[in-house]
C-alpha cells in the first residue's frame, strides 16, 4: 500500500486506492489562476467550439467569454468589487453562468441560491450574505416586492427566461409564458439583463487585476452536520482541482464533448461537474432549465450528451420512457448517479437499459457534499465495483473513523466518513462554531472534514456509504434537513411541537412528513389549511412536507426523546388530534 506525505506534513495517510493512479495523478498541481481564468483559457484553445447550448442556442466560447466580459463591466459600473457578494437566484440558464464568471473575474463571490426558495428564505439568505445585488428571474419578481427594500441590495437585475433565446422564440415565449407572471415596476431599483448588458456597450473593460486560486469564488448551501441551513464558502482552487479530477478520471471525455446539466447550478455537484468542469475542459455544457422526467428520452434523443450526472430517480424515470422509437444510444459514454445509494436492482435495470439501446456505458455512482464541493469519490469505466460510491479523486484522502474517538477504523468497519484535500470549504460563512465543528484538527496533523455519513472502506480504497448520522432527508436529490422544518412549522403561533420524518416516494425517493402537536384551543380545519399555507410561504417548494399529521402528543423513548421509529411505523396513520 503506498502512503504519501500530503502538504510536506510529517505524518502521512494511507491510500489503499493509489494504485489506479499514476504518480503524477497523485500529486496534482493546482494553478494559481481563477475559474474566470480557466473559462478564458479554454475560449482562447477552442473559440469557435460551443460552450453552451440552451434551448436550442448556441453559444461558442468566443462568444461565451465577450459576453462574461461585457458584464463584467456592468457589475463593475454597479459598484461591485473583490469581496463583494452577489446574489444569484437563477434556473440553469445562460446568464447565471456569464454572472457567476464575470463577478469571479472582478474577485467578487456568488451567492447560489435556489430560485424556488421562499420569500422568508430569499430575505435571510440577501441579508446573512449582505449581497449587494440580487439577479433574479423576472417571473419570481412577487417573492422579493415585500422584503427587497429591508436587505443591502442596491439593484434587482432581472433575467427572462427569454433573453438567451434566439428573436423568434423569445416572442413566442412572451406570447405564451409572459402573461402568467407578474411584472415588476418601473424603478431604479430594478433593471433588466438586456439593459443591464447594454450598459456595457462602449465602456473599455480596466478589468487587468487577476485573482488567485485562494480567492474565494462561490457560497453554496447546506445544513451541514448540525441540519441548520448554512453559508458554504467555497475558493477558486476547488472547481479548478474538480476539473482536473473528473479529467483524470473520466478519461474518454474529449474537447467538443457535452454534459447534460440537468442538476441545478445552485447545487455544487451540477455547478461543479456538470457545468464548470465541462467549460475547463473545452467541453460544452446544455443548460436545461425545466426537466421533464416523462420526456427524458426525448431530451437525450435531441441532445445527444456524452456524459449524464444525476440522481438515481432520474435514471429510473430514463428507463421508463418510451417516447422515442429505435432509441440509440452509442454516444453515451458515461453516467454517473450522486445524491443517494441507488439500489442494486435498479442498477442492474439502467445498465440492461443501456446495453438494449447500443451503448457501452455502466451506470456508477459517485459520493460527496457541498463543503467539498459536491464530488469526493467516483466510480469510473474499469475502476467500479457494484454497490459502491468509487474511490477517492486524485488529491482527495478519506479515512472511516469511529465518531466517538476519531480513531481509524480497520477495512469494512462502518464509521463515519471524513475527507482531506485542497478541496474542502473554507468555512462556513460568518460562523465560526459551526466550521470548527466541521473542520477539526485530528491526531494525524491534518485537517478533516467531518461529513456525518456513514460508510466504510474495502482494502482497495473503494468507499461504500451505508446512511446519515445526521437526520437528513434526501427528496429527488435534494438535501432536506428536518430540523429546518420543524423550526419553521414550530414559528407558528397555533403550533406546540413539530417532529418531521422521511416516509418512501415511489418517485421521488422520499419526502418530509410532519407530526403536529397543536397548542391548547387551536384545531380544526382551518388552522390546519393556514399551517399549510405557512409552509408554502415559509419554505422552498420541494421542503414542503408531503403529509401533515396530528398528534395529541408524540411518543417518547425511555429518554424522553421523539421516538422516530415509532413515527416511522405510523407511516399512513390519520389525526388523533
Same mark, same amino acid.
Given at each position: 500500500?503506498?502512503?504519501?506525505?500530503?502538504?510536506?506534513?510529517?505524518?502521512?495517510?494511507?491510500?489503499?486506492?493509489?494504485?489506479?493512479?499514476?504518480?503524477?495523478?497523485?500529486?496534482?498541481?493546482?494553478?494559481?489562476?481563477?475559474?474566470?481564468?480557466?473559462?478564458?483559457?479554454?475560449?482562447?484553445?477552442?473559440?469557435?467550439?460551443?460552450?453552451?447550448?440552451?434551448?436550442?442556442?448556441?453559444?461558442?466560447?468566443?462568444?461565451?467569454?465577450?459576453?462574461?466580459?461585457?458584464?463584467?463591466?456592468?457589475?463593475?459600473?454597479?459598484?461591485?468589487?473583490?469581496?463583494?457578494?452577489?446574489?444569484?437566484?437563477?434556473?440553469?440558464?445562460?446568464?447565471?453562468?456569464?454572472?457567476?464568471?464575470?463577478?469571479?473575474?472582478?474577485?467578487?463571490?456568488?451567492?447560489?441560491?435556489?430560485?424556488?426558495?421562499?420569500?422568508?428564505?430569499?430575505? $435571510?439568505?440577501?441579508?446573512?450574505?449582505?449581497?449587494?445585488?440580487?439577479?433574479?428571474?423576472?417571473?419570481?419578481?412577487?417573492?422579493?416586492?415585500?422584503?427587497?427594500?429591508?436587505?443591502?441590495?442596491?439593484?434587482?437585475?432581472?433575467?427572462?427566461?427569454?433573453?438567451?433565446?434566439?428573436?423568434?422564440?423569445?416572442?413566442?415565449?412572451?406570447?405564451?409564458?409572459?402573461?402568467?407572471?407578474?411584472?415588476?415596476?418601473?424603478?431604479?431599483?430594478?433593471?433588466?439583463?438586456?439593459?443591464?448588458?447594454?450598459?456595457?456597450?462602449?465602456?473599455?473593460?480596466?478589468?487587468?487585476?487577476?485573482?488567485?486560486?485562494?480567492?474565494?469564488?462561490?457560497?453554496?448551501?447546506?445544513?451541514?452536520?448540525?441540519?441548520?441551513?448554512?453559508?458554504?464558502?467555497?475558493?477558486?482552487?476547488?472547481?479548478?482541482?474538480?476539473?482536473?479530477?473528473?479529467?483524470?478520471?473520466?478519461?474518454?471525455?474529449?474537447?467538443?464533448?457535452?454534459?447534460?446539466?440537468?442538476?441545478?447550478?445552485?447545487?455544487?455537484?451540477?455547478?461543479?461537474?456538470?457545468?464548470?468542469?465541462?467549460?475547463?475542459?473545452?467541453?460544452?455544457?446544455?443548460?436545461?432549465?425545466?426537466?421533464?422526467?416523462?420526456?427524458?428520452?426525448?431530451?437525450?434523443?435531441?441532445?445527444?450528451?456524452?456524459?449524464?450526472?444525476?440522481?438515481?430517480?432520474?435514471?429510473?424515470?430514463?428507463?421508463?420512457?418510451?417516447?422515442?422509437?429505435?432509441?440509440?444510444?452509442?454516444?453515451?459514454?458515461?453516467?454517473?448517479?450522486?445524491?443517494?445509494?441507488?439500489?442494486?436492482?435498479?442498477?442492474?435495470?439502467?445498465?440492461?437499459?443501456?446495453?438494449?439501446?447500443?451503448?457501452?456505458?455502466?451506470?456508477?455512482?459517485?459520493?460527496?457534499?457541498?463543503?467539498?464541493?459536491?464530488?469526493?469519490?467516483?466510480?469510473?469505466?474499469?475502476?467500479?465495483?457494484?454497490?459502491?460510491?468509487?474511490?477517492?479523486?486524485?488529491?482527495?484522502?478519506?479515512?472511516?473513523?469511529?465518531?466517538?474517538?476519531?480513531?481509524?477504523?480497520?477495512?469494512?468497519?462502518?464509521?463515519?466518513?471524513?475527507?482531506?484535500?485542497?478541496?474542502?470549504?473554507?468555512?462556513?460563512?460568518?460562523?465560526?462554531?459551526?466550521?470548527?465543528?466541521?473542520?477539526?484538527?485530528?491526531?494525524?496533523?491534518?485537517?478533516?472534514?467531518?461529513?456525518?455519513?456513514?460508510?466504510?472502506?474495502?482494502?482497495?480504497?473503494?468507499?461504500?456509504?451505508?446512511?446519515?448520522?445526521?437526520?437528513?432527508?434526501?427528496?429527488?436529490?435534494?438535501?432536506?434537513?428536518?430540523?429546518?422544518?420543524?423550526?419553521?412549522?414550530?414559528?407558528?403561533?397555533?403550533?406546540?411541537?413539530?417532529?418531521?420524518?422521511?416516509?418512501?416516494?415511489?418517485?421521488?425517493?422520499?419526502?418530509?412528513?410532519?407530526?403536529?402537536?397543536?397548542?391548547?384551543?387551536?384545531?380544526?380545519?382551518?388552522?390546519?389549511?393556514?399551517?399549510?399555507?405557512?409552509?408554502?410561504?415559509?419554505?422552498?417548494?420541494?421542503?414542503?412536507? $408531503?403529509?401533515?399529521?396530528?398528534?395529541?402528543?408524540?411518543?417518547?423513548?425511555?429518554?424522553?426523546?421523539?421516538?422516530?421509529?415509532?413515527?416511522?411505523?405510523?407511516?399512513?396513520?390519520?389525526?388523533?388530534?
Amino acid at each position: 500500500m503506498k502512503i504519501f506525505d500530503i502538504f510536506g506534513r510529517k505524518k502521512s495517510i494511507p491510500m489503499p486506492w493509489a494504485k489506479y493512479y499514476t504518480d503524477d495523478e497523485l500529486n496534482i498541481k493546482i494553478p494559481n489562476i481563477s475559474i474566470y481564468e480557466q473559462v478564458r483559457l479554454s475560449s482562447e484553445r477552442y473559440p469557435n467550439y460551443i460552450a453552451i447550448k440552451y434551448m436550442g442556442k448556441k453559444i461558442t466560447y468566443k462568444k461565451f467569454i465577450q459576453l462574461i466580459n461585457r458584464a463584467s463591466v456592468s457589475f463593475k459600473k454597479l459598484g461591485i468589487k473583490k469581496g463583494d457578494i452577489v446574489t444569484i437566484c437563477l434556473p440553469n440558464m445562460p446568464e447565471a453562468l456569464i454572472s457567476l464568471y464575470a463577478l469571479n473575474k472582478l474577485g467578487a463571490i456568488a451567492n447560489m441560491l435556489h430560485p424556488l426558495s421562499a420569500e422568508e428564505e430569499i430575505k $435571510q439568505s440577501l441579508i446573512k450574505t449582505r449581497s449587494k445585488l440580487l439577479v433574479l428571474v423576472d417571473m419570481f419578481y412577487d417573492k422579493i416586492e415585500n422584503i427587497i427594500r429591508s436587505t443591502k441590495v442596491k439593484k434587482v437585475i432581472f433575467v427572462s427566461p427569454a433573453d438567451s433565446l434566439n428573436i423568434i422564440l423569445r416572442i413566442g415565449y412572451k406570447f405564451k409564458e409572459g402573461k402568467k407572471y407578474k411584472k415588476y415596476p418601473h424603478d431604479k431599483l430594478f433593471i433588466g439583463w438586456r439593459m443591464f448588458l447594454y450598459s456595457s456597450l462602449f465602456q473599455k473593460d480596466y478589468s487587468k487585476r487577476k485573482f488567485g486560486k485562494d480567492t474565494p469564488a462561490v457560497i453554496l448551501h447546506s445544513g451541514g452536520t448540525s441540519g441548520k441551513p448554512k453559508n458554504v464558502v467555497i475558493q477558486n482552487k476547488s472547481f479548478i482541482l474538480a476539473a482536473k479530477q473528473e479529467s483524470i478520471m473520466m478519461k474518454r471525455l474529449r474537447a467538443g464533448d457535452c454534459c447534460l446539466a440537468i442538476m441545478p447550478n445552485f447545487h455544487g455537484f451540477g455547478l461543479s461537474v456538470l457545468m464548470h468542469t465541462p467549460l475547463a475542459l473545452g467541453c460544452y455544457t446544455i443548460l436545461v432549465p425545466k426537466f421533464d422526467a416523462k420526456k427524458f428520452d426525448t431530451l437525450f434523443k435531441q441532445t445527444r450528451p456524452t456524459c449524464v450526472l444525476g440522481v438515481p430517480t432520474l435514471y429510473e424515470a430514463l428507463s421508463n420512457c418510451n417516447n422515442e422509437k429505435d432509441f440509440d444510444l452509442s454516444y453515451l459514454k458515461y453516467a454517473v448517479s450522486g445524491g443517494d445509494i441507488i439500489p442494486k436492482n435498479l442498477e442492474d435495470k439502467i445498465n440492461n437499459y443501456f446495453k438494449e439501446h447500443n451503448s457501452d456505458a455502466i451506470i456508477t455512482q459517485g459520493y460527496g457534499l457541498s463543503e467539498a464541493l459536491a464530488a469526493v469519490t467516483l466510480a469510473c469505466d474499469d475502476v467500479n465495483k457494484s454497490g459502491s460510491v468509487g474511490i477517492p479523486l486524485a488529491g482527495n484522502y478519506i479515512k472511516i473513523i469511529d465518531p466517538s474517538t476519531e480513531e481509524s477504523l480497520p477495512f469494512f468497519e462502518v464509521g463515519e466518513i471524513v475527507v482531506n484535500g485542497p478541496g474542502i470549504m473554507m468555512g462556513y460563512l460568518n460562523d465560526e462554531n459551526e466550521t470548527n465543528t466541521a473542520l477539526r484538527m485530528h491526531k494525524d496533523g491534518h485537517v478533516w472534514l467531518h461529513t456525518g455519513d456513514l460508510g466504510y472502506m474495502d482494502n482497495d480504497g473503494f468507499i461504500f456509504y451505508k446512511g446519515r448520522q445526521k437526520r437528513m432527508i434526501i427528496t429527488s436529490g435534494y438535501n432536506v434537513f428536518p430540523s429546518h422544518i420543524e423550526e419553521v412549522i414550530e414559528s407558528h403561533p397555533a403550533v406546540l411541537q413539530c417532529t418531521v420524518i422521511g416516509i418512501p416516494h415511489p418517485y421521488k425517493q422520499e419526502v418530509a412528513k410532519a407530526f403536529i402537536v397543536l397548542k391548547e384551543g387551536f384545531h380544526g380545519l382551518f388552522i390546519k389549511n393556514e399551517i399549510k399555507s405557512y409552509c408554502k410561504k415559509n419554505l422552498a417548494k420541494y421542503m414542503v412536507p $408531503q403529509e401533515f399529521v396530528y398528534r395529541k402528543q408524540l411518543p417518547k423513548t425511555k429518554l424522553g426523546k421523539v421516538d422516530f421509529q415509532k413515527l416511522k411505523s405510523d407511516i399512513g396513520a390519520d389525526d388523533d388530534e
